[in-house]
Nanobody, 126 residues
Framework: QVQLVESGGGLVPAGTALRLSCKTS????????MAWFRQAPGKDREFVAG????????YYADSVKGRFTMSRDSAENAIALQMNNLKPEDTAVYYC???????????????????WGRGTQVTVSS
């Protein structure tokens, strides 16, 4: 059983930055696929960023490209999400997810992930 624990959320004004972290109990973290999703009130959970099997190929949702950067720290068994120039529409609960088995074509599907953290709230005020 892989455990994931997110941290780093908070309430910030628009235009500022936050850094989320997700620590996993999975050792080694490679070649597990890791990703960030978010869910706003009344909306479906949506893909934000993913690192397919530590391939150094990072994928981002169009809504966050150029503003968010995902990184992996294998030594710490952790991933991070640097979020810059935050907008009110980025307000959501952010979740870390992991899968050992998904294929690239399913990277953006929440149903393809086996393990989830409890989430961390990010609120961006206008």
């Amino acid at each position: 059983q892989v455990q994931l624990v997110e941290s780093g959320g908070g309430l910030v004004p628009a235009g500022t930055a936050l850094r989320l972290s997700c620590k996993t109990s999975e050792r080694p973290i490679n070649p597990v696929t890791m990703a960030w999703f978010r869910q706003a009130p009344g909306k479906d959970r949506e893909f934000v960023a993913g690192d397919f099997r530590s391939s150094n190929r990072l994928y981002y949702a169009d809504s966050v490209k150029g503003r968010f950067t995902m990184s992996r720290d294998s030594a710490e068994n952790a991933i991070a999400l640097q979020m810059n120039n935050l907008k009110p529409e980025d307000t959501a609960v952010y979740y870390c997810a992991a899968s050992r088995r998904l294929i690239l074509s399913t990277l953006q599907r929440a149903s393809a992930y086996d393990y989830w953290g409890r989430g961390t709230q990010v609120t961006v005020s206008s």
